[in-house]
């Protein structure tokens, strides 16, 4: 429930329960938190809570405060026994430390009052203990690590499209320039023979009337209209660039394919 409270589902990989090989045997931590960069952090969180459940229980004080006393002493003798484990050597990359998870408050603060030295004693093991909400804190700063890495990743392929889309924009660019220089060297081959048909071949098909050899009835020979449209010219700035950067490739290329001149 810490880690779903955390969000670290959506952002982090556990490994419930998984299981390696150390000095002392099979060590089986609860939890591997995954970390940007590869890195990882060990949570254990089978800390003895009978003695806290006793005092809990207890019909007088003096009950009471002998299980809060062997309470605190299960804590330091378990936060002892992680530390003789050493996660951070059998879970490799992973900071030198491990975090025993107490789950609740109440258990933290029973051990504490009892054994003011514990942190330092904790400390010294390389083993931080860690609430509910030192726990969510914790993995919530590891979240934003995670949603940083994201951002920064998608940063770089965000800019590699770009570029990609830039390069793509170019050559379509060159493509277009390519299919409006066709176009008008066909609509200039168009009016050329439209013009050649108006003054030679029609003028020699009309002497057919004058000679009787046809009729008016059999339909007047018309010219096609000669077309005054012209393709539109490429002028924005960043398409004229590429379409002088590729005429300048083009050109270089064509002097490297001209053969070279004989002695």
């Known amino acids: 429930r810490v880690v779903e409270s955390a969000g670290m589902h959506e952002h982090c990989v556990f490994l419930d329960q998984p299981t390696a090989d150390g000095e002392d045997g099979r060590q089986r931590p ?27 229980e207890a019909v007088d004080d003096a009950t009471r405060d002998k299980h809060l006393e062997r309470h605190a002493e299960l804590v330091r003798t378990h936060a002892t026994a992680l530390g003789r484990k050493a996660y951070w050597d059998t879970f490799s990359p992973s900071p030198d430390f491990v975090i025993m998870f107490l789950p609740g408050e109440m258990l933290y603060t029973a051990a504490l009052q009892t054994d003011p ?4 004693a904790v400390t010294n093991e390389k083993v931080v203990l860690a609430t509910p909400s030192s726990l969510i804190a914790l993995l919530r700063m590891i979240a934003l690590g995670w949603r940083e890495q994201a951002l920064a990743v998608n940063a770089q392929e965000v800019a590699q499209l770009g570029r990609q889309l830039y390069e793509r924009v170019g050559s379509l660019a060159t493509h277009w320039s390519d299919v409006g220089d066709k176009l008008e060297k066909a609509v200039g081959s168009y009016n050329r023979s439209v013009g050649a048909l108006e003054t030679r071949v029609l003028v020699t098909a009309r002497k057919f009337v004058d000679l009787k050899a046809a009729t008016a009835d059999d339909g007047e020979l018309a010219a096609p209209q000669p077309v005054e449209a012209l393709p539109r010219p490429l002028l924005a700035r960043e398409l004229t660039v590429v379409l002088e950067s590729s005429n300048g490739r083009s050109a270089r290329s064509s002097r490297d394919l001209a053969p070279a001149s004989l002695s």
């Open 30 to 56: 609860d939890v591997i938190v995954k970390l940007p960069g590869g890195r990882q952090i060990v949570i254990d969180a089978k800390v003895p809570i009978a003695a806290y459940l006793d005092a809990h």
């Open 117 to 120: 030295q514990l942190i330092e």
